[in-house]
């Protein structure tokens, strides 16, 4: 008995070790069939077993596919079935992705982030109306969050409409309007306030201050 025992230092590397040593070991039974019929059943039986180990992606799209191609990766390549979808090469798994594309910018105000530059674009695109003037003061309380995230000290109002109406290039000037953003205590909460039931944020709720937005 001592003398039948295996290391896995001596055995094979797994090609997929998820899949585990005894898939490995089907397909390279599978490849060293001779007849290719038999090939083909044993084949179908493999991927049978491979979907069973995996029954959480059955619902995900391709997955039958994705179960042939590492079939095929699985043996090397050397497995001649016949497969139901286009085989896989060694070429396409060997070959480099291509470089993503990072956006460049390089925003005078980068606490804001570059979403909000494209909220900003957004908005000033709208017409005019009631639905542009909430949206206005959604993206100015979210850049009041955006600041106080950077700066844990209090901010001012008109910083932030000061600082949408540069992002804008003019566009939105929130200075004129009689309206306020939400305060800095509702923007940033700590950890504490998290915690508190639901009936305590409703009943601190009732004696905040009413905002238009």
Not at 88 to 99: I, V
Not at 164 to 170: A, K, P
Request: with cysteine; aromatic share 10%; proline share 5%.
């Amino acid at each position: 008995m001592i003398e039948n025992l295996e290391y896995n230092s001596e055995r094979p590397k797994l090609i997929i070790p998820e899949y585990g040593r005894h898939i490995q070991k089907m397909i390279d039974y599978a490849t060293a069939i001779e007849d290719k019929e038999e090939r083909n059943k044993v084949a179908q039986a493999i991927i049978a077993v491979m979907g069973n180990l995996n029954p959480h992606l059955r619902d995900v799209p391709d997955f039958q596919h994705k179960l042939w191609d590492q079939l095929f990766i699985i043996s090397d390549f050397k497995l001649d079935v016949d497969s139901p979808f286009p085989k896989p090469t060694r070429e396409m798994l060997e070959e480099r992705p291509e470089r993503l594309e990072y956006p460049q910018n390089h925003p005078k105000y980068r606490f804001y982030g570059n979403n909000i530059k494209r909220m900003i674009d957004v908005c000033v695109s709208w017409e005019e109306g009631d639905l542009k003037d909430a949206l206005k003061f959604t993206i100015a309380n979210h850049m009041k969050k955006c600041y106080l995230n950077w700066n844990k000290d209090t901010v001012e109002d008109e910083v932030i409409f000061k600082h949408l109406f540069e992002l804008s290039d003019g566009k939105i000037n929130l200075a004129k309007w009689d309206e306020d953003l939400a305060e800095s205590k509702n923007l940033v909460r700590n950890k504490s306030s998290k915690t508190r039931n639901t009936s305590s944020r409703k009943h601190h709720s009732k004696g905040r201050s009413k905002k238009r937005y």
